[in-house]
């Protein structure tokens, strides 16, 4: 089947095309939620709010870009979203504490998920350091360097989901390299 007369049948809302379409993608979007959140139950339902973005906004898919491109970025966007959310939150825990309405700050270990299939470290410590490295970068050099690195992605198909030009997404990802270097540098030599 084309992916046009695909399309068309999602539009009008056709059940075998949401069947085949969540048949072809449910593992995929999973696979890229856990990778910018590496906990399997939020990524699970960050998964499912994809779907139901993706159910309710086909008929504005304008077609200018391939299905799997937008439902990435969608994912990617829903993911990006659930951590600016996390990170209000602990900020906000954060300050109460400090001000004297005492609130307890979760401590618990957020990155349950190491099994990763994009990741081949196999200690949870490291995995752990890396991906709070990697979430302490500025969101454009954290989004390009997890699509590529843990999602494994090609930069053009970065490009297309971030919206921006390949030179750019190359730069990007330069960028985010080069922090990751320094903070990890910084964060071992700390340790010893």
Known sequence: MEEKDFINDL??????????LIDAYEQKVFSTCISFVPNKEDAEDISQEVFIEVFKSISKFKGDSK????????????????????????????????????????????????????LLLENKEL????????NSLPESQSVVFTLHKIDNKSYQEIAEITQRSLSSVESVMFRAKKNLQ???KNYYKNEI
């Open 11 to 20: 539009k009008t809302g056709k059940h075998d095309a949401y069947a085949t």
């Open 67 to 118: 299905l799997s491109t937008w439902i990435f970025r969608i994912a990617t966007n829903k993911c990006l979203e659930f951590i600016r959310k996390k990170n209000t939150k602990k900020r906000f825990a954060f300050l109460q504490a400090i001000t004297g309405n005492n609130i307890p700050i979760d401590k618990t270990d957020y990155f349950t998920e190491i099994n990763h299939p994009g």
């Open 127 to 134: 995995n752990t350091t890396l991906f709070k490295a990697i």
């Open 182 to 184: 320094n903070l990890l």
